[in-house]
T-cell receptor, first 109, second 111 residues
Framework: EDKVVQSPLSLVVHEGDTVTLNCSYE??????LLWYKQEKKAPTFLFML????IEKKSGRLSSILDKKELFSILNITATQTGDSAVYLC?????????FGQGTRLTINP | DAGITQSPRYKITETGRQVTLMCHQT?????MFWYRQDLGHGLRLIYY???????DKGEVPDGYVVSRSKTENFPLTLESATRSQTSVYFC??????????FGPGTRLLVL
């Protein structure tokens, strides 16, 4: 059965800290790994990763995929209170996205 | 560019009533999806569609019906609503293997 597991499920840090969110996956016919940020509304797209070892960056956020170990990480440096959200990882199979449970990140000022 | 829209955004109904949630996208994306999101369960796939007139079940299809007569629309019907179907429903779409985008969500309360 396809599955995506995220860790930790919850994380509380201080503003300015760096955080690393983890995502492991087992998905048949894997195509890509996506990260979304969800605040109190619909998930918004952050990254799509298809190749191993190539880091994608957007401002203070970066992500990388390891297709051998079936693993991805999302890094956020110099965190801000606006980074507080649930971060969702999803693995794309032949037809469907399989979502992890999400990591709830709280940034305290 | 309207993108992907859902209606209604909020709905209150009673147990046993039929409810239809609408999803419309303007991108001509081939794939469309319906998810529900509940505390403790994350996002769960209800149904998806790879193209007009092609639909398939997801993780939690029981109690739901979908149709896709036009590429841009993918309505989700709760045939006889139950309290356990109280949830936030998200529609999503994507083109081929590209990024999947979500609609704003419909918050449904079944009394």
């Amino acid at each position: 059965e396809d599955k995506v597991v995220q860790s930790p499920l919850s994380l509380v840090v201080h503003e300015g800290d760096t955080v690393t969110l983890n995502c492991s996956y087992e998905v048949t016919n894997f195509r890509s790994l996506l990260w979304y940020k969800q605040e109190k509304k619909a998930p918004t797209f952050l990254f799509m990763l298809t190749s191993s070892g190539i880091e994608k960056k957007s401002g203070r956020l970066s992500s990388i995929l390891d297709k051998k170990e079936l693993f991805s990480i999302l890094n956020i440096t110099a965190t801000q209170t606006g980074d507080s959200a649930v971060y969702l990882c999803a693995a794309q199979g032949a037809q469907k996205l399989v979502f992890g449970q999400g990591t709830r990140l709280t940034i305290n000022p | 560019d309207a993108g992907i829209t859902q209606s209604p955004r909020y709905k209150i109904t009673e147990t046993g009533r039929q409810v239809t949630l609408m999803c419309h996208q303007t991108w001509s994306h081939s794939y469309m999806f319906w998810y529900r999101q509940d505390l403790g369960h994350g996002l769960r796939l209800i149904y998806y569609s790879a193209a007009a007139d092609i639909t398939d079940k997801g993780e939690v299809p029981d109690g739901y019906v979908v149709s896709r007569s036009k590429t841009e629309n993918f309505p989700l019907t709760l045939e006889s609503a139950t309290r356990s179907q109280t949830s936030v429903y998200f529609c999503a779409s994507r083109r081929g293997q590209e990024t999947q985008y979500f609609g704003p969500g419909t918050r449904l309360l079944v009394l």
